[in-house]
């Protein structure tokens, strides 16, 4: 047999997520939520790790193989995997009681499994342990409160579920074992680190199967310079560690009250500014300014109508002027924006529409990635720019943030550069264009957004005394 060999393909869809958070009792906003995922450093919704663990154990147990009860089980996540794209299990090796499997997408490893298996483990009950409700939000613990954590986990379903779910595992390594693997989900989603957590390893010894045992876990070590924390695991018959990083909460912008401290009242008065992709980020930050100067802001969202709100609702408090409203640059309607406009005539445009910006390391050039950037950072400005001129507004000031990564181009932004750059140039020629329409593009240096949080802590400069400045300059123009 010429390994590594394919065994199954799967794509993962919102179902599958809904079914197993249900199964698991880890209904963790990451995997569940794509407003609040998208806030995360990953920036959308993924994949269980231990449901990817499963669904493999399920499919190398369909008979093909001699395999055993599960003795040692260790896992690793390299990467994260997203909804609706399609991943492959791979048969690395397997000899002698030991099997090691890797899941892909495309050709990038995703994930990285080792078993090793006995002929028969002692099963010590057969009674089903009673079930407990999992808490409904995950915990929210800080990193400086994980260190002395510790508790049980609690089973939200029946070993029948299990065997139900995955029934090829269940008839061959017992669904006792594979309600153990699942609560792993639940410790690391919803007890700890809790709300923000991602799965880093996993590693599990069984001696005997015990079909009523409980699990209980306490944090061994916090290391507070790349938030990772890892647990011991234990229940009767079987021991474990688990790692998971605990990044940081998303980033907080400033109020419009404390930015009213730097931004003179009148500061952008008369100015109605449309700020596309307002909702969160620098997007936010700039409707907040224009708001606390004395300005008008319709601010847009995709999917953060909630976020969006909030922000509407932060300025209207303070006294300032804002509305909101749906729009999808990759679907640029001027039905979605004239409801908008017949009761304002913006001024000024600041695009601050953007995906996630995904950096790998990688020696080839991403065509996909590279067009995805495109849609944003390009098709989407122009875009929005025609749906304008066909409501007839003649004359209007644009503000494209373009990216110092254009000239630094560290390893992995190739295509984000590419990308910002061409929006460059499609700034710069807007006038041409659409008559009327003058574009300022200004390379800003990283700052902190959702974008750019990390596991690792960092010294970004301040948000808004690099921002300010630039809106300051184009108002005056």
Known sequence: MELPQKIATRIFTREDQEKFCILSGDCNPIHMDPVAARRTIIGSI??????????????????????????????????????????????????SGF??????????????????FQEKLPVLSNDDIKTLPVPDTPLDITIEDLSSQSGTVSFSKSISCFSDAFPHAAICFNPAVLRQIAACSTLVGVYCPGLRSMFSSLSLEWTEICTNSTIEYSVSDVDKRFNIVTLNIKGEGFTGTAAALSPPAPPRQLSINEIKENVHSDCFSGQVALVIGGSRGLGELTAKIIAAGGGTALLSYNVGQKDAERVVEDIRKSGGHAECFHYDINEPSSQKISSVLCNYNPTHLYYFATGKIIIEKKRIFDRDLFEKYLNFYVYGFIGVCNVLRENNIQHLSCFYPSSTAVESRPPGWTEYAMAKATGEIMAKDISSIFPGYQAQSIRLPKLMTDQTVAVTPQRLPGTINILLPVLIKLQTK
């Open 46 to 95: 993924v994949v269980h790790g231990m449901h990817t663990l499963l669904w493999a154990l399920d499919r190398i147990s369909e008979g093909k193989y001699e395999l055993g009860n599960i003795a040692k089980l260790d896992i690793r996540f390299i990467s994260a995997i997203n909804l609706d794209k399609e991943v492959s299990l791979f048969l690395v090796s397997h000899h």
């Open 99 to 116: 099997m090691r499997l890797a899941v892909r997408s495309g050709e990038k490893k995703m994930v990285d499994i080792k078993i090793h």
